[in-house]
């Protein structure tokens, strides 16, 4: 399962949605949830009847943005001196 689906979503996503966008099964899915929750990369959120799971380390994934900007810059010659 993909975390990227659930970054791109801030509001979350229920089970039905995330496997709708891949090749699993809706139990398939929830057990990689259960596991990603544990794990503590994504939190869920209850809405009536449903859970809406979002990702919970979303600023260490834009510190990881940056630091492959700079990497990218410093490899290509664009350096920027603070």
Avoid: W
């Amino acid at each position: 399962m993909s975390p990227l689906l659930l970054a791109q979503n801030k509001l979350g996503l229920n089970v039905n949605s995330i496997s709708g966008h891949m090749n699993l099964s809706r139990p398939a899915v929830s057990l990689h949830l259960k596991v990603l929750k544990q794990s503590g990369f994504i939190k869920s959120d209850k809405k009536g009847v449903e859970n809406y799971y979002v990702l919970t380390i979303r600023e260490p994934l834009e510190q990881l943005k940056s630091l492959i900007t700079a990497v990218e810059d410093e490899c290509t010659g664009h350096h920027e001196y603070i």
